[in-house]
């Protein structure tokens, strides 16, 4: 049964069977320890590199783009996880202990500050309401004592002591009543339940209200109707201001000197077609032994609300400083059977040499070189995987 060869394979063929010259070794390799390759001769091709002749009819499958200098910023790319403002984030935590009456907000309710959240029966909440009303009732004695005491001075119908007496009743009357009333501001009672609080003929209501601390979404609700809250231990909500998020990267230590607080951060999910845009805001002090990396937090602006916590997204860093590089597009460089990064150039009217490279860092389609070209050296960026199809098919 016949074969039938693909084009693609008939037009490498027939550019092999083109293709001419001697056959001495093949460019020398560097070292493992990475040592430079032989430097050029003067003709711009690798010692004992191997030549390849394309005839003109063949030419029009390569495309030659001279090495270009290029000002490039560094950038670093690496993977992190998106978590909640810590700065904008936080628990609602009641100060009074008792079951829970009243549940009024859950996951996903978005909040201003000081909002309702839940309702709370509890007995500290009745003492110390009784404890402001006996102040306030000793306070408006003492006051009412006082400026009598000070008309009767003045008609010199009491002692000068009667006096002194009534001003530090009136004195110890105002602290309590101060007291009493910053112990109703640390559970939470506002302005208008304290004017409340003050009418002595009605009952008290032995229900506290734990408000929002910071306006945001309430991202988790963590208690049930009827559950016992301890005062100050049990974690009711958690709510935060997700308009802005942090994404927790992490820099490899031969990255870290290009990496700085302020830098420019481009943030990406295949999940989202848009590209989101935060800044570093923190570097650590600690290298993770078990990763060997250094973690950075990046503040991101969220607006959309699309980036969730615990989401992975790929981070491109921007260094704020530049450097002059040797440029080629990424297509121009292949590899070797020893995974060793080479270009095809173009040291006569189609003749080629294989050139061994030592590559640096990626932008765009564009790749660094950082040894075995010069400025200007014509290599091929297209159609460089037929020479090499033709050194094979020759070998």
């Not at 006082?146 to 009667?162: C, Y």
């Not at 077609?273 to 290298?287: C, K, N, S, V």
């Not at 990763?291 to 607006?303: A, G, L, M, P, Y």
Request: hydrophobic letters at 40%.
């Amino acid at each position: 049964m016949r074969k039938i060869i693909p084009a693609a394979v008939l037009a490498l063929a027939q550019l092999t069977a083109a293709a001419c010259g001697g056959s001495p070794p093949p460019a020398q390799k560097p070292t493992p320890n990475g040592a430079a390759p032989i430097p050029a001769n003067a003709t711009g091709a690798a010692t004992g590199a191997t030549y390849f002749t394309v005839p003109p009819e063949q030419m029009a499958h390569l495309k030659i783009v001279p090495v270009a200098k290029s000002v490039w910023s560094t950038t670093v790319r690496t993977t992190g996880t998106v978590d909640w403002d810590n700065d904008h984030t936080t628990q609602a935590i009641t100060q009074v202990s008792g079951p829970i009456t009243r549940i009024v907000a859950d996951t996903g309710t978005r909040v201003k500050v000081g909002d309702p959240l839940l309702y709370v029966a509890s007995a500290d909440v009745s003492n110390a309401i009784s404890a402001y009303r006996k102040a306030k009732n000793r306070f408006d004695l003492a006051q009412h004592t006082l400026d009598r005491s000070k008309d009767l001075l003045a008609h010199k119908a009491i002692a000068q002591r009667d006096m002194e007496a009534a001003e530090a009743d009136y004195n110890d009357a105002a602290t309590d009543l101060q007291n009493s009333l910053q112990a109703l501001k640390v559970f939470g009672v506002n302005q208008a339940e304290i004017t409340d609080a003050e009418r002595q003929n009605s009952g008290i209501r032995p229900e506290l209200v734990m408000r929002a601390p910071l306006g945001g979404t309430v991202v988790q609700k963590m208690v049930l109707p009827g559950q016992f809250i301890q005062a100050g231990a049990t974690a009711a909500f958690v709510i935060s201001n997700t308009s802005t998020v942090w994404v927790q990267g992490h820099i490899y230590d031969k990255d870290l000197r290009s990496v700085h607080v302020g830098d420019q951060v481009d943030l990406r999910n295949a999940s989202f077609p848009d590209t989101f845009h935060g800044r570093i805001g923190y570097i650590g002090d600690l290298l993770d032994p078990a990763t060997r990396t250094t973690s950075v937090r990046i503040v991101t602006e969220n607006s959309g609300g699309l980036l969730k916590k615990d989401l992975f997204v790929d981070v491109v860093i921007h260094d704020r400083t530049t450097h002059d590089v040797l440029a080629v597009p990424i297509a121009a460089v292949l590899y070797d059977e020893e995974n060793f990064p080479f270009v095809y150039v173009q040291v006569e009217n189609g003749r080629f040499a294989q050139r061994i490279v030592k590559t640096g860092l990626q932008q765009g389609d564009q790749i660094e070189i950082v040894d075995g070209l010069k400025a200007g050296d014509p290599v091929v960026s297209q159609g460089s995987v037929f020479l090499q199809f033709a050194n094979t098919y020759q070998q």
